[in-house]
Structure formats: C-alpha cells, structure tokens
C-alpha cells in the first residue's frame, strides 16, 4: 500500500532563493524544482526519503517537513512512486 508522502512546507519569507535545496535532493527526479517565480517549489513529495539534507543545506532554515514516515522499506520491483510502504 503506497505511503502518504511527508508534508513539506518552504517558508518564502525566509528562503533567499539559493536553490541548495533543489542540487542537494538526489531522491530519484529530485522533490524540489525552480519556479517561474525563482523560488524552489516542491513538485515531487513522493520522492521524499526524509534524508534532511536539504535541511542541512539550506541557510535560512526555511523548510519543514511533517509527517514523517516512521519506517521505510524498499521494493526494487515497484514503481518509484510505490517504492516505500510502510511496515509498522
Ligand atoms: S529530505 Fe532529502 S529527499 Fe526529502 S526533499 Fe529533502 S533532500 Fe530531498
Ligand atoms: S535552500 Fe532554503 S533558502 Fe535556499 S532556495 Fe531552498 S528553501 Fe530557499
């Protein structure tokens, strides 16, 4: 059964636009890509393996995720989509 993805928030007016977040995601096609607007916008929360690296990356503390998947597992023979199911 596919996992609801994590709840990720960018806060605009904090984020000063470096767009670390979205070189740092290597989550299959990356969570995060550029908006017409120049900010990071997330397109692909599914992709999410709740590394924080983007956290790490970022210098204004600007992203928060919730909801957190509380155990991964991962299935090689699905879609990246359906790859993380939960085992709790
Ligand atoms: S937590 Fe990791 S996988 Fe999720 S958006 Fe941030 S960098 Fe990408
Ligand atoms: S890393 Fe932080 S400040 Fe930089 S674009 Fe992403 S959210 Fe904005």
């Given amino acids: 059964?596919?996992?609801?993805?994590?709840?990720?928030?960018?806060?605009y007016d904090r984020?000063?636009?470096c767009l670390n977040c979205i070189r740092a995601c290597t989550a299959f096609e990356g969570v995060y890509e550029k908006g017409e607007d120049g900010y990071p916008k997330v397109v692909r929360p599914e992709y999410c393996v709740e590394c924080l690296i983007c956290h790490l990356v970022?210098?204004?503390?600007?992203?928060?995720?919730?909801?957190?998947?509380?155990?991964?597992?991962?299935?090689?023979?699905g879609l990246p989509i359906e790859r993380y199911k939960h085992i709790v």
Wanted: glycine share 0%.
């Fill in 58 to 77: 970022c210098p204004s503390n600007a992203i928060t995720h919730k909801n957190y998947r509380e155990t991964l597992v991962l299935d090689l023979s």
């Fill in 1 to 11: 059964m596919p996992v609801k993805p994590p709840t990720i928030i960018i806060d």
């Fill in 15 to 17: 984020c000063k636009k």
